[in-house]
C-alpha cells in the first residue's frame, strides 16, 4: 500500500488554513474593535499586544495558498478564478491594515488618525472578504472541462455576504479575549464589557450557519443527518454548548486567559466541522482531493521542502509567543 500523497497535502493545507485563521484572527480582531476604544493610549497597547509578531502570523496564509498551488493545481485555477474579486480585496485590506500598522507609530499626533481609520478598514475590509471567500467556497464551484464555468460576481449572494458578517463579529471575539489575556486595568475591563455581547452574537452567528447550510446544500446535509456520518458531527453541538458555557463562566470574576482559550475551542471546533462535511471535495460539490491533484512526482517533491520548513515555523512562531508573553502595559513601546 503506497502513501497518499493527496491526503497528506490536504491535512497540511487544512492545518495551515486553522493556523492562519487562529494566529491572524485576533490580529483582525484588534483592528475591528478599534472604533469601541477611542483613547489613543489604549490603542498604542491594543497595537503593542501584536507588534511583535502580527506580521509572521500571516506566514500560514502564504504556505496555504504556496500548498495548495503545489500539490492541488486545479483546486488553485478554479478557486481562485471563482473567488478572484473577493481574495484581492481581501489582500487590499491586509496591505492597508499593514501599511497602517507601521506608520501611526511614525505619525504626527494631528496625522495619527487617519492611521487609525486605515487600520479599522484594512481589518474589517480584509475580515469581511475571507467570509465572504469561505460562504461562496461552501456554496459551491461550478466547473466544466476543468475550467471554473461560473461568473465573476458568483459570490455576491445572501450566504457569502452573511458569513463575512459573522466572521467579523468571530475576529471581534478573538479579538477582545486576547486583549483580555494580554491586558489589565481599564482597558481589559472594557474588552470584558465588550466580549459579553460579541459572545452572544457569535453564538446567533453559529446557530444560523448551522441551520442554513443543511437546508441549502443537500449534500452537506446527507452528510449530516445519514447514518454512520452524523456519529462523527453528534458530539459537535455538545461540544460547542459546553466550550459557550465555559466561555460566558470564565468572563465573569477576573479572567485572563481562560476565554480566549475557550474561543479557541469554538473556532477548532467550527472549522472542523466545516472540514467534514465537505470531505474529500476540495472544489464543493463535485471535485474531490484525488481529483485535483498534481502528479505524484510533483507532490512528493514539494512534500519534502514542506515537511522541512513547517517545523521551522512552529519553532520560531512558538519562540516568540514565549518571548513575548505576559501582560502589556501603558509605556512598553513598538520601535
Known amino acids: ?96 491594515r499593514g501599511v497602517a500598522f507601521e506608520f501611526r507609530f511614525k505619525a504626527h499626533d494631528h496625522e495619527r488618525h487617519w492611521w487609525d481609520k486605515a487600520f479599522i478598514l484594512g481589518s474589517v475590509c480584509a475580515t469581511f472578504f475571507q467570509g465572504v471567500a469561505l460562504g461562496a467556497y461552501i456554496e459551491g464551484i461550478p466547473v466544466v472541462d476543468k475550467a471554473f464555468a461560473g461568473g465573476p460576481l458568483d459570490w455576491l449572494a445572501p450566504f457569502p455576504l452573511f458569513t463575512g458578517a459573522g466572521l467579523v463579529a468571530v475576529y471581534a471575539v478573538l479579538g477582545s479575549t486576547w486583549l483580555i489575556m494580554k491586558t489589565e486595568g481599564e ?4 474588552m470584558v464589557r465588550i466580549a459579553r455581547p460579541l459572545v452572544w452574537g457569535l453564538i446567533g452567528f453559529i446557530v444560523a450557519v448551522s441551520i442554513w447550510t443543511p437546508l441549502a446544500h443537500a449534500g452537506i446535509a446527507r452528510r449530516w443527518f445519514s447514518w454512520p456520518d452524523m456519529l462523527w458531527f453528534a458530539p459537535v453541538p455538545a ?97
Not at 500571516?58 to 474579486?85: D, N, R
Not at 472542523?272 to 481529483?291: H, R
Not at 517533491?301 to 517545523?311: D, Q, R, S
Open 1 to 96: 500500500m503506497g502513501i497518499d500523497l493527496s491526503l497528506i497535502w490536504a491535512v497540511i493545507i487544512y492545518f495551515g488554513v486553522m493556523m492562519y485563521v487562529i494566529m491572524d484572527g485576533f490580529d483582525l480582531g484588534i483592528g475591528i474593535l478599534f472604533p469601541f476604544v477611542p483613547d489613543r493610549h489604549d490603542r498604542d497597547v491594543m497595537m503593542n499586544t501584536v507588534a511583535p509578531v502580527w506580521d509572521g502570523n500571516e506566514t500560514w496564509l502564504v504556505l496555504g495558498g504556496a500548498g495548495l498551488l503545489a500539490a492541488f493545481p486545479l483546486a488553485y485555477a478554479v478557486v481562485l478564478s471563482a473567488l478572484y474579486l473577493p481574495l484581492i480585496f481581501m489582500l487590499l485590506g491586509l496591505i492597508f
Open 187 to 190: 482597558l481589559q475591563a472594557a
Open 239 to 335: 461540544l460547542v454548548a459546553l466550550c459557550t458555557f465555559a466561555l460566558l463562566r470564565a468572563l465573569k470574576g477576573e479572567p485572563d486567559s481562560g476565554p480566549f482559550i475557550y474561543v479557541l475551542g469554538l473556532i477548532f471546533l467550527g472549522y472542523t466541522g466545516l472540514a467534514i462535511s465537505i470531505w474529500p471535495q476540495i472544489i464543493p460539490p463535485d471535485i474531490s482531493i484525488w481529483q485535483a491533484a498534481a502528479p505524484p512526482q510533483s507532490q512528493g517533491f514539494t512534500l519534502v521542502g514542506a515537511l522541512l520548513i513547517i517545523p521551522f515555523i512552529l519553532m520560531y512562531s512558538a519562540w516568540s509567543y514565549y518571548i513575548f508573553r505576559g501582560k502589556v502595559r501603558r509605556g512598553d513601546g513598538y520601535h
